[in-house]
């Protein structure tokens, strides 16, 4: 038997390692507050970044998510949070390498309660959170 929990113990270690500061839940992945999908870093985007996407993502974005990450997406928008202002910085290029367009699609989506996020999965459709996401990747500064 204590084979079968070493193995285990071996199998819990190999499948997180690709996912560093993140739980596992009976929901799906927790990061930091966030509920992300089990296919968070592997969900793909179905959507074409050409103009018609942009357009719309930067739409919907002026209308839900400019009031907290700012016009431009610096996280200095007026009900923005001081204190969490590394984390609603939008264009941070590092967070393109921690916010693939599966993960942010799941962060849209669930929101998380500190620092405070709304969910948006009640007020906008599928395609409407991809075209955030779609948008929300063209804001990352190169590296």
Not at 10 to 20: D, T, Y
Not at 61 to 67: A, D, G, I, M, S
Not at 88 to 111: C, H, I, Q
Request: charged share 25%.
């Amino acid at each position: 038997m204590r084979t079968h929990l070493l193995s285990a113990a071996a199998v819990v270690v190999l499948l997180g390692a690709g996912m560093a500061g993140v739980e596992l839940s009976p929901d799906g992945p927790q990061a930091r507050g966030w509920t992300l999908g089990p296919d968070a870093e592997t969900k793909q985007n179905p959507l074409t970044p050409d103009e018609k996407t942009l357009a719309a993502g930067r739409a919907i974005f002026k209308q839900k998510c400019q009031r907290c990450h700012g016009p431009g997406g610096l996280g200095d928008g007026p009900d923005a949070d001081p204190d969490a202002a590394e984390d609603m910085d939008l264009t941070n290029p590092k967070r393109a390498e921690r916010n693939p367009d599966g993960v942010v699609f799941y962060k849209v989506s669930n929101g998380r309660s500190s620092p405070k996020m709304p969910a948006f999965k009640d007020e906008m459709n599928e395609q409407q959170i991809w075209m955030v996401v779609t948008y929300v990747q063209t804001l990352r500064k190169k590296p």
